[in-house]
């Protein structure tokens, strides 16, 4: 039969296990609260989600909040004026009034240009073109090269009056140069291809020679190029004796290619610059070498052939 009242939870407990039978007050679980959703035969019942309990610190921890920490901003630096003004024009003082008889047309489009404090520009100003020349030869540059063509000569005549022929002739070369950079159909610089190390710059010279017999160091007995020194490698001591110190299969596979004669007196020369020692040494070595290219020489049998006497 069920109970037709709703039954209560005791807020007490009786320790049955305590032999003193004492009773215990333990706090009750909290209560669950219920909601009746009355459906259309009445009999559905929803239960509610408890209340969310706050829990309480109760070890007494100090609990610290973390700064956000703001990054460092960096503070970009204003653009150097410096740069700007050099190549400025002249304001608020109106435009160049030009020479007697000359007006000025060192402007845009020929028209006259802006004027410094003076009443001229710095190309109808004699005495600015020298301050500009010596200060500021950048700007100067840069006045010319803006000219228009039609006015160019007028300009360089004031800079020649004022400065010199020489100096108005590498302005000349400065403008040419600089409006070169601009242009955009000008040829352009290779690819610069793999490093190889190369021998001193030979001259179109030949070689005189050592002694008065002259030098027959080259092909078929003829005279060798000569080298920076005015002489070849062969003729020139320094060099034969850096090559049989340093480079000395140089030295062999020069030697090998000279005909008899010439080898002779290259190792007579060998002889006299690094001692008789070293020149019997290439001259053994330009053998070795001689008869690895003979193609008539005896070839070597095959590793299986040899058999054990």
């Not at 407990?13 to 215990?24: A, N, P, R």
Request: net charge positive.
């Amino acid at each position: 039969m069920p109970f037709q009242q709703r039954l209560k939870s005791s807020v007490t407990i009786v320790d049955l296990c305590d032999d003193q039978g004492t009773v215990k007050l333990e706090t009750a679980a909290p209560r669950v609260a219920v909601s009746q959703a009355e459906d259309a035969h009445g009999a559905d019942k929803k239960m509610a989600k408890p209340e969310a309990v706050v829990s309480k610190n109760e070890l007494g921890e100090v609990r610290v909040k973390r700064e956000k920490q703001e990054r460092a901003t960096v503070e970009r630096k204003p653009t150097a004026r410096g740069k700007y003004l050099m190549y400025a024009p002249h304001e608020g003082h109106g435009v160049c009034r030009g020479k007697p008889g000359h007006p000025c047309v060192f402007g845009h489009m020929s028209s006259p240009a802006m004027a410094a404090p003076s009443g001229l520009c710095d190309l109808c100003d004699p005495t600015m073109i020298a301050t500009l020349s010596e200060s500021l030869p950048g700007r100067l540059t840069y006045l010319l090269k803006n000219v228009d063509t039609s006015a160019s000569g007028r300009a360089f005549e004031y800079v020649q009056s004022a400065l010199g022929v020489e100096i108005a002739n590498e302005y000349r070369a400065r403008v040419d140069r600089a409006r070169q950079r601009q242009n955009p159909a000008r040829v352009r610089r290779a690819a610069r291809g793999p490093y190889r190390k190369r021998e001193a710059p030979c001259s179109e010279d030949v070689c005189p020679g050592r002694d008065a017999a002259g030098c027959n160091f080259g092909e078929s007995s003829s005279a060798a190029t000569a080298l920076t020194s005015g002489y070849c490698g062969l003729c020139d001591s320094k060099v034969l004796r850096q090559w049989s110190e340093q480079e000395p299969a140089k030295l062999t596979s020069t030697l090998r290619r000279l005909e008899q004669a010439a080898l002779e007196k290259a190792l007579d020369f060998l002889k006299a610059d690094v001692g008789e020692v070293k020149a019997k040494d290439f001259e053994a070595r330009v053998e070795r070498a001689r008869r690895r290219r003979d193609p008539g020489r005896p070839k070597r049998k095959a590793r299986g052939t040899y058999k054990r006497s």
